[in-house]
């Protein structure tokens, strides 16, 4: 008979030395940021509302197009043409015509470095199922939805002003890890700080992403501005062996934009450190076993177990082991039998699998044969369900 147990692990607690997080005070209207490391979310802001993206959208066209490089439905040497369609779009462009067939490598670094508008038209005509933008931006609608972008909706290739046409800060964040972990090949284009084409445009050469040459590890990924959806950023850095990510939006110049990005990703490395807090090997907490060849099982972290804490230490984590017991022999080792709930003060709860150290056959007869007496004694011990 099964029945729910809730087990707090207080010895493994007193490893979790902790302060509370303090938030960013950010003056974005929405921002997410995210370690992408330990998958700590570190600031949630207006997360999941559906916002203008400008430019910031130009990630989901790349992501396309980086999956139709992969699967060879482009090549970086391709050429594409340039319709009317494409050439008349204005803002940030790299000033491309008709008479252009211009190679898709040259197209993907005018997005990200020149935020080329007709470049995103371009490459969007190019792999549309029907040919047309529109075309394009249903499509990319619906693969969004499948990488678990749920409030996204694109109305065309380039964040150009539209109806509908909106992201919000947290599916950006999940398209910019998309990007860093599925795309490792591609993700250094977009620490290019310079992309002078052609020498067409001479006013229009250098990334506005103001993180790329300060020296604190930023890497990619977007800017974005128009005056509905204010400036805004999807940026990332790296230091030592952590990543972070980070989405911030509706703010009010590029000078704040950038004060504000720094911030950020100064808070975040600053004030948060990586600890490996249980290891793959050790168990942290026992589950008894029913009808089994011993009495209880170890369990362990399914792999070495790290989080995302506050510098400063002080005050204990709660961790909590969970699982329904006892748990019926056979068991084989590496199985999941309970979760470690991780509660940080300031910070989202965080689910760990827990595995069995070991395997624990089912028991021979006479242990059977003990924990059935065992049982009759217990009921009749406690008497009929419900007596005084």
Known sequence: MLSSLRTTAAAFALALAALPAHAFD????????????????????NAEEPLPPASMSKLMTLYVAFEALSDGRLTLDERLPVSQHAMNYGGSTMFLNTQDRVRVEDLIRGIIVLSGNDACAVIAEALSPDGSEAGFAR????????????????????????????????????LANRLISDFPQYYPLFAETE??????????????????????????????????????????????????????????????RAEEAEAIVNWSFRHFTQKTIAKADTPVAQVQVWMGSQQSVGLVPAEDLS????????????????????????????????????KPEGLPEMRRPLVAVQDVPLGG????????????????????????
């Open 139 to 174: 499509y990319m609608t619906q693969r969004a939805k499948q990488l678990g972008m749920m409030n996204s909706t694109f109305a065309n290739s380039n964040g150009w002003p539209a109806a509908g046409h909106r992201m919000s800060v947290q599916d950006l964040a999940v």
């Open 195 to 256: 992309f002078e084409f052609d020498g067409r445009a001479p006013s229009n050469t250098r990334n506005r992403n103001p993180l790329l040459r300060l020296g604190i590890g930023a890497d990619g990924l977007k800017t974005g501005h128009t005056q509905e959806a204010g400036y805004g950023l999807v940026g990332s850095a790296k230091q030592a062996d952590r990543r972070v990510i980070f989405v911030i939006s509706g703010l009010d110049s590029t000078a704040q």
């Open 307 to 342: 989080l995302l804490l506050p510098v400063l230490g002080g005050k204990e984590v709660q961790a909590d082991v969970v699982y329904d017991g006892p748990v019926n022999a056979p068991i084989a080792k590496g199985q999941q039998l309970a979760e470690l709930v991780i």
């Open 365 to 388: 007869f006479v242990v059977r044969m003990k924990t059935a007496a065992s049982l009759l004694l217990k009921q009749f011990t406690d008497g009929p369900a419900g007596a005084m």
């Open 26 to 45: 950010t003056k974005a209207t929405a921002a997410y940021v995210l370690d992408q490391s330990t998958g700590t979310v570190l600031l949630a802001k």
